[in-house]
């Protein structure tokens, strides 16, 4: 029986969703192919650390209490703050794999990399 998504660690996250990921570039030329594959793998990676930040997000406060000396201040949560700007480089890494393929496959392949985010726990999913 296959391992759950939620069971695997880190490293099989990240293959499930390259091996997911990879599928919608099959048919790209060789030039763009080779291209494609670093983008692939860093979604892969940006993707599952989106989910862990997430996750750490959705257990925790948004905004904590920070001493800094005699100081005590607010600030927002540094796992959101690294959310926020990961979100950013998931948006850019989508929009330049995206932009490898024909223009008719744009929409249904932006669908699917989209999923990665809006639906994350499906990623393990055959």
């Known amino acids: 029986m296959a391992k759950k998504y939620q069971d695997m660690d880190i490293a099989e996250k990240i293959?499930?969703?390259?091996?997911?990921?990879?599928?919608?570039?099959?048919?790209?030329?060789?030039?763009k192919a080779q291209f494609a594959d670093g983008l692939i793998a860093q979604f892969a990676v940006t993707s599952v650390t989106l989910e862990r930040l997430a996750d750490e997000i959705n257990s925790g406060d948004l905004i904590e209490d920070f001493v800094q000396g005699s100081q005590s201040l607010r600030r927002e949560?540094?796992?959101?703050k690294s959310y926020n700007t990961t979100i950013k480089s998931f948006t850019a890494l989508s929009k330049s794999l995206l932009d490898?393929?024909?223009?008719?496959?744009?929409k249904q392949a932006g669908?699917?990399?989209?999923?990665f985010?809006?639906?994350?726990?499906?990623?393990?999913?055959?």
């Open 100 to 106: 490898l393929l024909p223009e008719k496959a744009q």
């Open 77 to 80: 949560s540094p796992a959101l």
């Open 111 to 115: 669908n699917e990399l989209m999923g």
């Open 117 to 126: 985010i809006t639906q994350p726990k499906a990623a393990g999913k055959p």
């Open 15 to 31: 293959e499930v969703k390259k091996r997911k990921i990879k599928k919608l570039f099959k048919e790209l030329p060789s030039d």
